[in-house]
C-alpha cells in the first residue's frame, strides 16, 4: 500500500520549491497538498484566531488556505482530509532554517504542528538566499528520507529540521541547532506620507562555529539534519527551583524580609 503523503509549505502553494517535491512524491505515494496560499514566511507555528480562514480546491487532493502553515495542517488534517497521512512534508523552503531561525520558521511550523497531532513530519529548506538556484538535489533528497521515517518511525514529539547546501557536496550529517550566530538589522527609511519604518534583516557573524551543528554542516556543504522537540521543559530546572513554590507560597510580607 502506498504511503500518503501530505506536502504543505510557508511559501505558498505555488512555490517552486513545494512544487519539486509534488513532483518527486508523485511517483513514490499519494500526494495531498494544503498550503497557505500565498507567502507566510516568518509565521512560526502562529494560527488565524480573529478573522475566518477561508480555503479552495485549487486541483485534485489540493487545497490553497487563506491562513498560516499551521492553520494548514489542521485544516487538512479536521476537514480536508478523508484520513490522517503518513507523512508530512514541510517545504521545500528557499533559504535556509538554522538556529534561532526555527523560531520563527513557517516551514518548521507547518511540520511542528503535525507532530503534536501524532504525524511524523519533517521541514525541508534550502539553504542559499539566491533568488534561481535548483531544487533538485533537496527533492530527491526528501524522497530519500521519506522511507527511512516511514520505516524506522520517529519518538513522539520529534520533528526533523532538514537544511540542503547549495551546492550539496560533502554528506549528511545529524546535527544540533546553533546558537545564535547572526545579528538583527533594522534599515530605516521614511515613506512619501512621512512615517517612519525599518526593514528587519539579518547579518551572519563570522567566528566558531561548531561542526556538529546546523550552521557547521551547511559550511562544509553538508545536508544538516537535526531532531527539534516539541516539550520545552528544561528538565534539570525542575529540580533547581523546586524549592521557589515554597517561597511564592508565602504572604508578600513575608517575602520582603
Given at each position: ?62 487545497w490553497a488556505v487563506d491562513g498560516t502553515p499551521a492553520d494548514s495542517v489542521i485544516l487538512a488534517l479536521n476537514v480536508l482530509l478523508e484520513e490522517h497521512p503518513d507523512l508530512v512534508v514541510s517545504g521545500i523552503n528557499r533559504g535556509g532554517n538554522l538556529g534561532e531561525n526555527i523560531y520563527y520558521s513557517g516551514t ?46 520517529l519518538p513522539k514529539g520529534v520533528v526533523l529540521n532538514v537544511n540542503v547546501p547549495q551546492p550539496w557536496k560533502a554528506g549528511v550529517r545529524v546535527t544540533r ?81
Amino acid at each position: 500500500m502506498r504511503p500518503h503523503i501530505l506536502i504543505t509549505n510557508d511559501d505558498g502553494i505555488n512555490a517552486p520549491g513545494l512544487r519539486a517535491l509534488v513532483r518527486i512524491f508523485s511517483g513514490f505515494g499519494e500526494v495531498s497538498v494544503v498550503a497557505p496560499s500565498g507567502e507566510r514566511s516568518a509565521a512560526a507555528q502562529s494560527l488565524t484566531l480573529r478573522s475566518p480562514i477561508y480555503y479552495d480546491r485549487v486541483a485534485e487532493r489540493e487545497w490553497a488556505v487563506d491562513g498560516t502553515p499551521a492553520d494548514s495542517v489542521i485544516l487538512a488534517l479536521n476537514v480536508l482530509l478523508e484520513e490522517h497521512p503518513d507523512l508530512v512534508v514541510s517545504g521545500i523552503n528557499r533559504g535556509g532554517n538554522l538556529g534561532e531561525n526555527i523560531y520563527y520558521s513557517g516551514t518548521v511550523g507547518g511540520a511542528m504542528e503535525a507532530a503534536i497531532n501524532g504525524i511524523p513530519a519533517f521541514a525541508m529548506s534550502v539553504a542559499h538566499r539566491g533568488k534561481d538556484f535548483d531544487y533538485t538535489a533537496a527533492a530527491e533528497f526528501a524522497r530519500n528520507l521519506a522511507p527511512v521515517v516511514l520505516r524506522e518511525g520517529l519518538p513522539k514529539g520529534v520533528v526533523l529540521n532538514v537544511n540542503v547546501p547549495q551546492p550539496w557536496k560533502a554528506g549528511v550529517r545529524v546535527t544540533r541547532q546553533s546558537s545564535k550566530i547572526t545579528r538583527n538589522l533594522l534599515s530605516p527609511g521614511e515613506d512619501p506620507r512621512g512615517r517612519k519604518y525599518f526593514w528587519l534583516h539579518e547579518q551572519e557573524l563570522t567566528g566558531d562555529i561548531p561542526p556538529d551543528s546546523d550552521h557547521g554542516a551547511i559550511r562544509d556543504g553538508a545536508i544538516s539534519i537535526t531532531p527539534l522537540v516539541l516539550d520545552h521543559t528544561h528538565t534539570p530546572s525542575l529540580r533547581h527551583i523546586s524549592h521557589w513554590c515554597e517561597l511564592l507560597e508565602q504572604t508578600p510580607q513575608k517575602l520582603q524580609r
